[in-house]
């Protein structure tokens, strides 16, 4: 046995996560750990059809059933007011559907029993008679005169066009298109997938009916805005509402919004009078929560023969499934798409959105997107890589020569994006270094020639992808979502024997916050970050904020425990003051101490100064007798994270296979706080970054059904897809954050997509295939090769 | 969490026992073994049994050993020890090649060679092995045992030619020497069913194959066997070009059916290739050129 000698660690550095002490050891608490007395258990009743009207529904059978007590039907919300709901988006969507069902796997009753079994038990004995309707399977046929109206429950509507959307300067792009020496053009689809964490969504609800409280133990990444959301549209008064959100088994955006379950999980309380448990099944999870992308892109670049990039130009058809309810900034209906000039110096950029409704679930905004920047980055890398195959150019060399230059920060984009740092040209050089991209290239040569001489040697790809990302939402007079502005609070008292408590709004999912907020605070304090408690995750207990999200925890909430944390040393110092029997201005914060000016030997550490803030010692005007202090961050602008990607395949022709040799990230994330959790992140995000290229989708056959509601059909890597993973970091301070850090939470599932369908494409380049959609399956690598690419949103007929 | 329909289950002490229950619960029992396959099945409710008798017990089924001529494996062995057996993988190195490739450790440990057969999945990987090394199973019932060749064994998909109550007892695979057998299988993630398999067995006679077993997987190949290709390559010399032609005459047969996993077109190109590298694999073995 080893024996290490444990020491407090103070500050930055790859301390083991807090938190996994309880993980590890199978002590976590997710929702469905949560048992209270009495408790009754839900079941969702869901429509095996995309689109069709509901005639009746027939409960006596289910609610005769033995342990049942009560079924809950769109017709009884109706009685409510509560059948509807508003969506994230400003539209609305059916809690329970009353007219008819809109996607396979749409709510349409809820059973509540005495135990789960009876209550999945009833659902078989409801009987609904449905009327089928015409489905719009393909979002390119939505828009089409003969299309049936999904959403005619809506007076306003009368065809499935939800809203159109532009950014950038039009004329000008197409004025720099009409004189370019190239334009490249091509249709990419960055398909439907979902985030799929391994905890589904659930909710376990209780009103007391004495004191009139509603407590909801639920998988939200926001439990702030679920608990104004709830008192906006229930009409419960807000301080009557206690949202509790325990430890999430990942969240990746899929938890952002309100789902009809956890409506009914409370409905189901306030009508039977006890708690309620709602959690749904894999497969519920798969077919109705938040999906992602489903954004079908035609994408143009211009160019000057030598490979100076001048414009990029998309036209975007965004489904959306049958309600609007994408979780983004309310002024920024396609997210941050519009961040699509990527990391390029260009002169004009045009973008449209038009957005959709077809018999899919509603979504859009999950799986570490970053609010659509998984799909900008994805357009524009795709886009340089096929200008680079035009130009005949290294595909490294023609971003190289394209990349922002560092002098050019803070940088504003041709969509009105200030980017606040970066040194892309480092980060790239880099990531070719660590890669030895011209041995790679050099090796590539040879394979062809000897495949040429008839060896049977696989071929080989190498692809590059350099992202950069927006992420760390508001500020708030750009951001907000259903009016409530996206800045976050912190807390933070000091006990006397000089620890502290820290209570943030953003909820963990599973990135470390309980440690890399705690880092955040000893840092600034000099305290170990095991003396620091991070609570998070209960409305009751902590100040109010928008939540996790868009990476945002770091850029926002972290920059607001620094804020806080500071404003603790602030007080702490007039503390000092007192007991050194000196001024203010004569300290100085030196290694963890006040310490006066030029004399070491007469210092306070904060613990010190924490026991004499509460002790009988005179305080100083100001000071109430602790050092405890609140704040609310409203950022002044996003972080632009960014980072340089290759990616190294195997293919094998004649099977289609694809192998994923070898991946080399370099990211830039600013400052980092805990390098291990970072690296963790980046791993996951790698991952990520395989599923969706290699093999996830979630195609539609033409009656609508979901080819995709369960884990042999939705394929997540494991690690025998994902090779060693092989890091590097550039450091460019984010210079408007208090720490200088930027987020990094969905870095690595931005960047890695494009690295690895480039590196493919590169591999097939000898039969001339210059495009295919994502995933690349060994059946999508063979047909793009036998020039017969699949449509990968719809299912192989 | 996803749960199935309320059904009995008993719990089998002998292979006798197991038949009576059988017998006792008629048609609409299920026997279960490893359950890896039906119990996902029930959970999703795409099968909803009335009764399930476990085997599990009965650990006389569980044995790899040669018998004369003849590999003999019980039912109950669980693909983990099947991967395992040094006697196995000495004669059929292709058992080795798909059990490698089927599922994942947790599957394996638990999931039955038996199992597998009776399961009868089109895309299931010994069905196809078997058929290559040309198996028989032996069935027991209330009136006794019976021998079926294992490519009589499947009468449709997730269908046996077993009676209700009959119980897959054993395999046996005759064992010839000279041999070299193969495995080749693309899947879309490790774990993951095949797109499409193909195993084969190949008996040289100098250069000239003088005898060979062809399986295939997942792509609607009638018995999990291509006879018509096996008759073509029978006395052609062991060359890459007869292997081709064997796999396109294998292809020729198959009716593979579209899905997630493929169009047919791609489907019935893997069925031509990786029966092609299956019987070049096989033979290097036959030549003990590769392991």
């Known amino acids: 046995m080893t024996v290490t000698e444990e020491r407090p660690t103070v500050g930055f550095g790859s301390t083991l996560r807090k938190e996994d002490v309880r993980f590890v050891r199978g002590k976590g608490t997710y929702v469905d750990d949560v048992n209270l007395p009495g408790m009754l258990h839900g079941a969702m009743l869901r429509s095996p059809f995309a689109h069709a009207r509901i005639v009746s529904i027939d409960t006596s059978a289910a609610e005769a059933h033995p342990g049942v007590k009560a079924v809950i039907t769109g017709e009884t919300l109706a009685g409510l007011n509560l059948a509807w709901m508003p969506t994230l988006s400003y539209d609305t969507q059916a809690v329970l559907a009353t007219d008819k069902v809109r996607f396979q796997g749409q709510e349409v009753a809820f059973v509540i029993a005495e135990d789960h079994y009876s209550a999945r038990d009833a659902l078989e004995l409801i009987e609904v008679e449905y009327e089928e309707l015409p489905v719009v399977v393909d979002a390119k046929k939505a828009l089409d005169a003969d299309a049936p109206v999904i959403r005619d429950d809506k007076e306003e509507q009368s065809n499935n066009h939800i809203y159109d959307w532009e950014a950038g300067d039009k004329a000008a792009t197409d004025e720099v298109f009409s004189s370019a020496d190239v334009v490249v053009a091509e249709d990419i689809l960055y398909p439907r997938t979902h985030p799929a964490p391994l905890e589904t969504c659930g909710a376990v609800a209780d009103m007391d009916k004495v004191t009139g409280k509603l407590t909801v133990w639920t998988t939200t990444q926001a439990p702030h805005a679920h608990r104004t959301v709830y008192a906006l549209v229930a009409g419960l008064p807000e301080h009557k509402i206690r949202i509790i959100s325990p430890d999430i088994g990942g969240g990746f955006g899929g938890k952002v919004g309100i789902y009809p379950g956890y409506v009914l999980a409370i409905v189901g309380s306030i009508v039977a009078g006890k708690p309620v448990k709602w959690v749904e099944d894999r497969s519920e999870h798969l077919m109705s929560t938040a999906f992602a992308r489903d954004y079908h892109m035609r994408g143009e670049i211009a160019a000057t023969r030598d490979g100076k990039i001048l414009g990029l130009r998309v036209n975007t058809l965004a489904d959306h499934g049958a309600f609007h309810s994408t979780a983004q900034p309310t002024k920024f209906p396609a997210g941050f798409f519009h961040v699509f000039t990527g990391s390029y110096d260009l002169q004009a950029a045009h973008c449209k959105v038009t957005a959709v409704y077809t018999n899919k679930a509603p979504g859009g905004v999950a799986y570490a997107c970053s609010f659509r920047i998984t799909e900008a980055v994805y357009l524009v890398e795709r886009m340089v890589e096929l200008l680079a195959r035009e130009l005949d150019m290294d595909p490294a060399e023609l971003r190289m020569k394209n990349l922002l230059r560092p002098e050019q920060f803070p940088y504003t984009t041709p969509t009105g994006w200030e980017y606040d740092s970066g040194d892309y040209q480092k980060t790239l050089t880099k990531a070719m270094e660590m890669a030895g991209y011209q041995q790679l290239r050099a090796e590539q040569a040879d394979r062809l020639r000897r495949r040429e001489q008839g060896e049977n040697v696989p071929l080989m790809g190498i692809g590059v992808s350099f992202f950069t990302e927006a992420v760390g939402a508001g500020p708030r007079k750009h951001m907000d979502i259903l009016g409530l502005g996206m800045a976050d609070g912190a807390e933070l008292r000091v006990h006397p024997t000089g620890k502290a408590v820290l209570r943030i709004s953003v909820q963990t999912q599973g990135q470390g916050h309980e440690t890399t907020f705690a880092q955040i605070v000893g840092n600034e304090l000099g305290l170990p970050t095991e003396d620091i408690e991070v609570v998070h995750g209960d409305t009751d207990q902590t100040p109010f904020g928008l939540g996790t999200y868009g990476s945002r925890s770091t850029p926002v909430s972290g920059a607001a425990t620094a804020v806080v944390a500071r404003k603790v040393r602030e007080r702490a110092r007039i503390v000092a003051a007192a007991m050194l029997e000196v001024s203010t201005d004569d300290l100085e914060w030196q290694e963890n101490r006040w310490q006066v000016r030029g004399d070491p030997e007469k210092a306070k550490t904060i613990q010190e100064i924490a026991l004499a803030a509460h002790s009988s010692l005179e305080l100083p005007e100001g000071i109430e007798g602790h050092l405890d202090a609140t704040t609310v961050y409203n950022p002044p602008n996003l972080t632009y994270p960014f980072g340089a990607y290759i990616c190294v395949v195997d293919v094998d022709p004649d099977t289609g296979q694809v192998h994923l040799r070898r991946f080399i990230a370099v990211d830039d994330c600013g400052v980092r706080i805990n390098p291990m959790i970072v690296e963790g992140q980046i791993h996951g995000g790698l991952a990520d970054g395989v599923g969706m290229a290699l093999m996830q989708v979630m195609a539609f056959d033409a009656d609508g059904n979901h080819m995709g509601a369960n884990f042999m059909d939705y394929l997540l890597p494991t690690a025998k897809e994902c090779p060693s993973w092989e890091l590097g970091e550039t450091v460019t301070p984010s210079p408007h954050h208090p720490i200088g850090a930027k987020g990094v939470g969905e870095s690595a599932t931005v960047g890695s997509p494009a690295a690895i369908v480039n590196a493919v494409m590169d591999a097939l380049k000898p039969y001339g295939v210059r495009h295919a959609d994502m995933p690349l399956s060994p059946a999508a690598v063979w047909s793009a090769i036998q020039g017969r690419p699949l449509r990968t949103d719809l299912a192989i007929t | ?291």
Not at chain 2, 128 to 150: E, K, M, Q, Y
Not at chain 2, 222 to 249: K, M, N, Q
Not at chain 2, 257 to 281: F, H, I, M, N, S
């Open chain 2, 1 to 291: 969490m996803q749960v199935p329909a309320p059904f009995a289950y008993e719990r089998a002490t002998s292979v006798e026992h197991a038949i009576e229950l059988l017998s006792r619960h008629g048609p609409e029992a299920r026997v279960v073994a490893g359950g890896h396959s039906l119990i996902p099945m029930m959970k999703l409710r795409l099968a909803q049994p009335d009764a399930l008798i476990d085997i599990n017990n009965l650990s006389d089924l569980s044995y790899i050993r040669v018998e004369g001529d003849q590999l003999l494996i019980g039912a109950l062995t669980r693909h983990a020890d099947l991967l395992d057996s040094a006697v196995a993988g000495e004669h059929f190195p292709i058992f080795r090649d798909a059990e490698q490739v089927i599922a994942d450790p947790v599957v394996r440990n638990f999931g039955t060679v038996g199992g597998s057969l009776c399961q009868a999945d089109p895309a299931e990987d010994l069905s196809a092995a078997f058929a290559a090394v040309g198996a028989s199973v032996v069935a027991r019932g209330p009136n006794g045992s019976r021998t079926i060749d294992v490519r009589q064994l499947h009468a449709g998909p997730y269908e046996t030619v077993l009676e209700p109550n009959e119980l897959l007892v054993e395999i046996r695979v005759p064992i010839r020497p000279g041999g070299g057998s193969a495995y080749e299988k693309v899947e879309r993630r490790v774990g993951d069913y095949p797109v499409a398999a193909a195993g084969a067995v190949v008996w040289l006679d100098g250069d000239t194959v003088a005898e060979a077993g062809i399986g295939l997987t997942a792509v609607g190949a009638e018995h999990f066997a291509a006879p018509e290709a096996e008759t073509a390559l029978r006395g052609r010399p062991a060359t890459d070009d007869s292997f081709a032609e064997a796999g396109r005459i294998a292809a020729q047969h198959c009716h593979p059916q579209p899905d997630q996993r493929g169009p047919a077109e791609y489907k019935r190109q893997l069925a031509v290739e990786l029966t092609t590298r299956a019987l070049r694999r096989a033979t290097a073995r036959a030549r003990g050129q590769e392991a």
